[in-house]
Protein backbone atom coordinates (compact mmCIF):
# COMPACT_ATOMS: atom_id res chain seq x y z
CA UNK A 1 0.00 0.00 0.00
CA UNK A 2 1.32 2.93 -0.48
CA UNK A 3 0.15 7.02 -0.53
CA UNK A 4 -0.30 10.15 -2.51
CA UNK A 5 -1.43 13.60 -1.80
CA UNK A 6 -4.53 14.50 -4.43
CA UNK A 7 -4.84 18.24 -4.63
CA UNK A 8 -8.58 18.62 -3.34
CA UNK A 9 -9.42 22.11 -5.40
CA UNK A 10 -9.68 22.30 -9.36
CA UNK A 11 -7.67 25.86 -9.01
CA UNK A 12 -4.37 24.46 -8.71
CA UNK A 13 -1.90 25.64 -5.95
CA UNK A 14 0.70 26.51 -9.24
CA UNK A 15 -2.05 28.92 -10.17
CA UNK A 16 -2.87 30.60 -6.42
CA UNK A 17 0.99 30.57 -6.06
CA UNK A 18 1.22 32.21 -9.44
CA UNK A 19 -1.38 34.82 -8.26
CA UNK A 20 -0.17 35.39 -5.24
CA UNK A 21 2.91 36.88 -6.70
CA UNK A 22 1.59 38.85 -9.41
CA UNK A 23 -0.49 40.00 -6.60
CA UNK A 24 2.25 41.49 -4.08
CA UNK A 25 4.58 42.57 -6.76
CA UNK A 26 1.82 44.76 -7.58
CA UNK A 27 0.98 45.82 -4.03
CA UNK A 28 4.53 46.41 -3.00
CA UNK A 29 4.89 48.73 -6.28
CA UNK A 30 1.57 50.09 -5.20
CA UNK A 31 3.45 50.94 -1.41
CA UNK A 32 6.32 52.07 -3.60
CA UNK A 33 3.91 54.74 -5.55
CA UNK A 34 2.08 55.91 -3.17
CA UNK A 35 4.79 56.80 -0.41
CA UNK A 36 8.09 57.48 -2.36
CA UNK A 37 8.43 58.19 -6.65
CA UNK A 38 7.63 56.92 -9.86
CA UNK A 39 10.70 55.99 -11.03
CA UNK A 40 10.83 53.67 -7.51
CA UNK A 41 7.26 52.38 -8.33
CA UNK A 42 8.91 51.32 -11.83
CA UNK A 43 11.85 49.90 -10.33
CA UNK A 44 9.86 47.67 -7.85
CA UNK A 45 7.54 46.54 -10.89
CA UNK A 46 10.47 45.87 -12.57
CA UNK A 47 11.90 43.19 -9.65
CA UNK A 48 8.56 41.91 -9.49
CA UNK A 49 8.42 40.83 -12.93
CA UNK A 50 11.74 38.84 -12.64
CA UNK A 51 10.76 37.00 -10.10
CA UNK A 52 6.93 36.62 -11.78
CA UNK A 53 7.89 36.02 -15.36
CA UNK A 54 10.48 32.70 -14.64
CA UNK A 55 8.28 31.00 -12.11
CA UNK A 56 5.08 31.58 -15.35
CA UNK A 57 7.45 29.91 -17.67
CA UNK A 58 8.36 27.10 -15.59
CA UNK A 59 4.69 26.26 -14.54
CA UNK A 60 3.88 26.50 -17.99
CA UNK A 61 6.90 23.61 -18.90
CA UNK A 62 5.53 21.45 -16.56
CA UNK A 63 2.33 21.95 -17.27
CA UNK A 64 3.01 19.92 -20.94
CA UNK A 65 4.25 17.18 -19.34
CA UNK A 66 1.40 16.48 -16.72
CA UNK A 67 0.19 13.57 -18.03
CA UNK A 68 3.97 11.86 -18.96
CA UNK A 69 5.93 9.46 -16.94
CA UNK A 70 7.85 10.44 -14.17
CA UNK A 71 11.08 9.97 -15.88
CA UNK A 72 9.85 12.96 -18.45
CA UNK A 73 8.40 15.10 -15.77
CA UNK A 74 11.89 15.25 -13.60
CA UNK A 75 13.39 16.19 -16.74
CA UNK A 76 10.89 18.56 -17.79
CA UNK A 77 11.33 19.60 -13.81
CA UNK A 78 15.26 20.28 -13.95
CA UNK A 79 15.74 21.46 -17.61
CA UNK A 80 12.87 24.42 -16.35
CA UNK A 81 14.61 25.02 -13.48
CA UNK A 82 17.60 25.72 -15.03
CA UNK A 83 16.12 27.68 -17.69
CA UNK A 84 14.49 28.97 -15.38
CA UNK A 85 17.49 30.57 -13.29
CA UNK A 86 19.19 31.16 -16.75
CA UNK A 87 15.92 33.64 -17.51
CA UNK A 88 16.47 35.38 -14.35
CA UNK A 89 20.25 36.51 -14.50
CA UNK A 90 19.06 37.52 -18.45
CA UNK A 91 16.23 39.48 -16.79
CA UNK A 92 18.63 41.03 -14.23
CA UNK A 93 21.01 42.28 -16.41
CA UNK A 94 18.43 43.53 -18.26
CA UNK A 95 16.64 45.16 -15.41
CA UNK A 96 19.77 46.86 -14.81
CA UNK A 97 19.72 48.42 -18.54
CA UNK A 98 16.99 50.39 -17.57
CA UNK A 99 17.89 54.23 -16.87
CA UNK A 100 17.26 55.17 -13.14
CA UNK A 101 16.13 51.88 -12.07
CA UNK A 102 16.76 51.64 -8.52
CA UNK A 103 18.40 49.31 -6.94
CA UNK A 104 16.00 48.91 -3.44
CA UNK A 105 13.09 49.10 -4.82
CA UNK A 106 13.86 46.49 -7.32
CA UNK A 107 14.77 44.34 -4.90
CA UNK A 108 12.90 44.30 -2.28
CA UNK A 109 9.85 43.99 -4.51
CA UNK A 110 11.67 40.54 -6.20
CA UNK A 111 12.15 39.06 -2.37
CA UNK A 112 8.50 39.92 -1.60
CA UNK A 113 8.05 38.05 -4.70
CA UNK A 114 9.75 35.17 -4.04
CA UNK A 115 8.95 35.52 -0.22
CA UNK A 116 5.27 33.91 -1.33
CA UNK A 117 7.09 30.24 -2.01
CA UNK A 118 7.97 30.10 1.91
CA UNK A 119 4.41 30.77 2.48
CA UNK A 120 2.66 28.64 0.37
CA UNK A 121 2.87 25.33 2.23
CA UNK A 122 1.16 26.90 5.30
CA UNK A 123 -1.01 29.12 2.90
CA UNK A 124 -2.46 25.93 0.70
CA UNK A 125 -2.00 23.29 2.60
CA UNK A 126 -5.39 22.86 3.13
CA UNK A 127 -5.50 22.16 -0.85
CA UNK A 128 -3.92 18.46 -0.46
CA UNK A 129 -5.83 15.57 0.98
CA UNK A 130 -3.31 12.24 1.98
CA UNK A 131 -4.96 8.95 0.03
CA UNK A 132 -4.00 5.46 0.47
CA UNK A 133 -3.64 3.58 -2.71
CA UNK A 134 -3.22 -0.23 -3.07
CA UNK A 135 -0.79 -1.46 -5.19
CA UNK A 136 -2.63 -4.37 -6.26
CA UNK A 137 -5.34 -2.63 -7.97
Known amino acids: MG ?3 VEKTPFTTVR ?3 ILQASIAVLVSMVFL ?3 SEIKALS ?3 GGMIAFLPNLYFAYRLSLVKESSA ?5 SF ?3 ESRKVIMTCVLFALAF ?3 NVQFFPLMACFVAALS ?3 LALILFAQDFEIKSVREDG
Open 16 to 18: KIL
Open 97 to 99: QVP
Open 116 to 118: VFW
Open 34 to 36: LLT
Open 71 to 75: KKIVQ
Open 78 to 80: YSG
Open 44 to 46: SII
Open 3 to 5: WVM
